[in-house]
């Protein structure tokens, strides 16, 4: 967008400046409008003949009405403007060589607002140089360039001067002029346009090609900024720049939306037959309905050969209206129904529904026939008496007759023979649904017999169990299944086993060629093997969907179960003996009975899974393996082939659906030894009768020859369980759950039950009451009572409250208090809770004994002395022990320690007895203080006391 020159009119210079902000109060500030809103890149003008303004802000607005505008660039006199004035630090230097942090950062300038030139000035403002988002695309970028009108709010004057500024030198000059403004824009197209319409002010377009403004939409967009795809192109949804895709609806629908939901379920197909991307078709046309208008409405159909982009696709559906719910079959997508077959109610039949089913009469009513189709000979006709099949009862034919259970119209005889392993002939349909067991892990690769397996290879390209078919030394391997595919399967009869596998054959001309042999084998304890199927596959790989039932009367002629003979080791190939054992003889036995295969069932050891395709393969792989089997269920969700499944109404001592298990308390019998199955009942494969077992009711099975019990319940032990486990008691005789009871000895915690043992006591009758009770067998030391209740003498605690325990008591051999342990009498002197310190007045070890402190009267202060070095405490000036001395240089107890008064004439030293103060004297000289001569001396000033010495004279002289 580029203005024309255009010179603002002069306005003549007020007396003074104006003050700093605003300048112009009541002025028009010069803006540009527009209807659209535009990318502006930068903004240039010219002045006339007057300076540069000094302050001013280029500002911008979005909105509709212009009211609100937000600035794009300050201008300020000096970089300390741009703070005191717009508070944003100033950007130094040229604006235009600035590298900004942010695409929407506003700068501030000081350096287009000099005073010179005078006139014909220049400023370049420049929105997109230097910003993060110039050399690619940006959101933030694009928002702060986008404007619908520009303003230039003048602010301040320039101060045209001398060359350092000051007061205006040329008055004339005081005024604001724009002679060029020139504005670089785009429209705001969003990516999808090249060109737009500019609307001039007075609302008409200039260089326009068509349409009121905006811009000249592609990409399948439009809008005025191109902001949203065309109607019928919204496969994806609309992206900046990226052109609109349109949506597949087979031309039945002008317009569609996007709808996330649909493309994360790759619910719709694009215009290239892909799912991919969420467009919805809107008002489908012509009958049609759907993400994209890909089938009929309802009450319509598409005949075949017919495509979906037909001008008229759909042709109403031809349904009686009595006898169909007006729903038709839409296409012929699915093989097994034709397209516009009617959907008929109950009763009826037929194309259009136009007729009764079998079984039903009158149309177009459609009672219900007397007779039940699924029991009935000729179900068909309705007129006279119903002939039911071999195995059905009723006067409509509608229930199986005793011994037979599972109404099937499939079933020649009607129902089938209740097996219930030979125990009894009552049974009904088991209440059962589907499950699936799809496992990959724990599968081996083994012989016909197991009794050789390897582990198989994970191949590291296709993620296949394989293996080589050197890694076994057989013709014929298998893979083993682990233990989720074993075990009982009798829930499992009627439903299927779906394998997959695959094989590598060596490569040139062997002569080698694919073999036969049982595709699957089941291995039931009992010992009896079966197989299924005898195929040769040509391709090098299998898919086999194997039934677990036998076959009907006219079905899979000659390959459905059948008994593998004893003497079968392996399943010769090399020596083109296919089909042939070791020894040259069939391995295929007698096709397998109901029966038979049901007694597999009960308890199968081993599922094999073929392996071994052709004589010169090198290699094979399991891709997966698929058991379907049955699990309890509500009557309303039961059904399918399941239905086929038995669920017996078993005598004492039997369990399971066909009371294959023995119940609880009771063990199976084997066969062997006992009469003939036709006089025991018992059905052909099965393992015997269950018989109870003598185990007083707690133990659930039993060794049937010696009667000894396995493991026993109820906390009871013994061969038949007839007594109550260590640490239990009561009468295990009696045959109830809850005959052993655990000893408390004195409480159940483990902390506190201190006797591992515990026994009956005989009862006591009280007023016909029977009480029990039990006396602790084994209390430890230091616990005494029936339930070790108490502590025994020498002995003491709590031990019936819940950590507490009985402990010896402490006190040197004496007695303590039952509970608290404290001790009741001390001996040798001691005292304390546990006599663990000395009686006062004495002191010592009080293990040893304690001895008294002996302290001296005149010398101490107090009668106790220290409990462990006997020290007793000391008046002043005396010393020892017992305080019984004075202190060196003191002497003389009863005198109260007094200082020695020895006179130096005559003692030997200055020191005196620190018990009686005598001093040492000199020979001649008489104690105490050796100040006089003994009797019968006299003194000598030279030597001292002379004389004869008398031991028995103590007198002295002066």
């Known amino acids: 967008m580029r203005s024309g020159d255009r010179t603002a009119r002069p306005r003549p210079a007020p007396a003074a400046l104006p003050p700093p902000r605003p300048a112009l109060r009541s002025a028009r500030w010069p803006v540009l409008s527009n209807v659209l809103v535009y990318l502006v890149s930068y903004v240039i003008l010219k002045t006339g003949p007057s300076p540069r303004p000094a302050a001013w802000v280029l500002e911008r607005s979005v909105d509709e009405a212009g009211e609100t505008f937000t600035p794009w660039q300050y201008f300020a006199p000096t970089d300390e403007d741009c703070w005191s004035r717009y508070g944003v630090p100033a950007t130094p230097g040229d604006p235009a060589k600035a590298v900004l942090d942010h695409d929407d950062d506003v700068i501030c300038t000081s350096f287009h607002s000099k005073a010179y030139p005078a006139e014909d000035a220049a400023v370049h403002t420049w929105l997109v140089k230097g910003r993060p988002g110039a050399n690619a695309s940006s959101e933030s970028l694009r928002a ?50 090249s060109k737009c319409n500019v609307v001039g002010k007075s609302g008409q377009v200039q260089r326009a090609v068509s349409g009121p403004g905006g811009c000249r939409c592609q990409h399948n967009t439009e809008g005025a900024t191109c902001e949203r795809c065309r109607p019928r192109y919204n496969q994806e949804p609309w992206r900046h720049g990226a052109p609109c895709v349109e949506c597949q609806c087979h031309g039945h629908a002008r317009a569609c939306r996007y709808d996330p939901e649909v493309a994360r379920a790759a619910a719709s197909v694009d215009k290239h037959g892909v799912y991919r991307g969420g467009g919805v078709c809107l008002n489908c046309s012509d ?45 012929d997508t699915d093989p097994q129904v034709e397209a516009g077959a009617c959907e008929c109610r109950d009763g009826y039949a037929g194309y259009h529904c136009d007729r009764c089913a079998p079984g039903f009469r009158n149309f177009p009513t459609c009672e219900p026939c007397p007779c039940d189709p699924r029991g009935s000979e000729h179900a068909a006709d309705c007129d006279g008496e119903c002939f039911c099949k071999a195995h059905v009862e009723g006067a409509r034919c509608d229930r199986c007759r005793p011994g037979y259970f599972g109404l099937d119209g499939r079933d020649p005889n009607g129902c089938s023979a209740c ?91 062997t002569s080698g060629k694919p073999t036969p042999g049982p595709d699957l084998i089941l291995i039931g304890s009992n010992g009896m093997r079966v197989g299924h199927g005898d195929s040769v596959h040509v391709e090098h790989n299998a898919t086999v969907t194997v039934p677990l039932r036998e076959a009907r009367p006219g079905e899979l002629p000659g390959v459905g179960w059948y008994l593998l003979r004893d003497g079968v080791r392996d399943i010769s190939t090399r020596l083109r003996r296919t089909g042939a054992d070791q020894d040259g003889s069939p391995y295929r036995g007698e096709p397998a009975t109901r029966n ?128 109550c486990a260590p ?12 005959d052993c009871r655990p000893c408390a000895c004195p409480l159940l915690l483990p902390s506190n039950n201190f006797s591992p043992t515990c026994e009956l006591q005989t009862p006591d009758v009280t007023d016909n009451d029977v009480v029990e009770d039990y006396v602790c067998t084994a209390c430890p030391a230091g616990h005494a009572g029936k339930h070790c209740e108490r502590c025994a003498d020498g002995h003491y605690g709590d031990p019936s409250a819940a950590g507490e325990r009985c402990r010896p008591c402490e006190c040197a051999g004496g007695p303590c208090d039952p509970l608290s342990g404290r001790c009741l009498s001390c001996p040798d002197n001691t005292d304390g809770w546990r006599c663990e310190k000395c009686k006062p007045g004495h002191y010592g070890d009080p293990a040893q004994g304690c001895r008294p402190c002996g302290c001296s009267a005149p010398g101490s202060a107090a009668d106790s002395c220290h409990a462990v070095t006997g020290q007793c405490e000391c008046r002043p000036r005396f010393s020892g022990r017992t305080c019984e001395r004075c202190e060196d240089g003191l002497g003389n107890v009863t005198a109260g320690c007094v200082a020695c008064a020895c006179d130096p004439r005559g003692a030997a030293s200055a020191a005196c007895d620190p018990v009686s103060g005598a001093c040492p004297c000199r020979t001649g000289y008489a104690p105490p203080l050796c100040a006089a001569c003994l009797q019968h001396h006299y003194h000598n000033p030279d030597t001292g006391c002379e004389g004869e010495s008398s031991p028995l004279s103590g007198d002295a002289t002066v």
Not at 145 to 151: E, H, K, N
Not at 152 to 181: H, M, N, T, V, W
Not at 479 to 488: E, K, S
Not at 604 to 627: C, F, I, M, N, W
Request: hydrophobic letters at 35%; aromatic letters at 6%.
């Open 144 to 193: 702060f360039q986008a404007a619908r009108r520009v303003r230039l709010r003048l602010e301040k004057l320039s101060q045209a001067g001398g060359p350092a500024g000051g007061a205006l030198a040329d008055p004339r000059r005081a005024f604001y002029s724009i002679k060029f403004l020139s504005i670089g824009a785009q429209c705001d197209c969003n990516g999808h346009a």
């Open 287 to 331: 009958h049609t309905d759907g993400v994209n208008c890909e089938r009929c409405a309802v009450g319509w159909f598409r005949l075949p050969g017919v495509a979906p982009d037909a001008s008229k696709p759909c042709v109403p559906c031809e349904c009686h209206p009595e006898g169909s719910t007006g729903v038709c079959a839409p296409d």
């Open 419 to 509: 097996y219930c392993s030979g125990i009894t002939t009552d049974c009904t349909e088991a209440v059962l649904t589907l499950s699936e067991v799809d496992l990959y892990q724990g599968w081996l690769v083994g012989d016909i017999r197991v009794t050789e397996t390897v582990t198989p290879v994970v191949d590291q390209d296709t993620g296949l169990l394989t293996v080589a078919d050197a890694d076994l030394d057989v013709d014929s391997y298998y893979w083993v299944a682990p233990p989720a595919y074993r075990g009982n399967l009798l829930a499992s009869y009627g439903s299927t086993l779906t394998f997959r596998t695959s094989w590598v054959v060596m490569r040139g001309d």
């Open 596 to 723: 038979q295969l049901l007694s597999v069932l009960a308890d199968v050891q081993h599922v094999l899974v073929r392996a071994k395709y052709h004589t010169d393969q090198v290699e094979g792989a399991l891709e997966s393996a698929v058991l379907r089997r049955g699990e309890a269920a509500r009557a309303e969700d039961a059904g399918g082939m399941l239905a086929l499944v038995e669920q017996c109404a078993c005598p004492e001592g039997y369990e399971g659906l066909s009371c294959e298990s023995c119940a609880w308390g009771h063990a199976r019998v084997s066969a062997q030894g006992l009469a003939s199955n036709a006089t025991t009942g018992l059905a052909s494969g099965h393992r015997g009768l269950c018989v109870r077992c003598n185990c007083n009711g707690h133990a659930a099975t039993c060794d049937p020859d010696t009667n000894v019990c396995g493991a026993c319940e109820h906390h009871t032990t013994g061969e038949r369980c007839e007594r």
């Open 727 to 738: 640490g239990y008691f009561g009468d295990a005789l009696r045959g109830l759950p809850g």
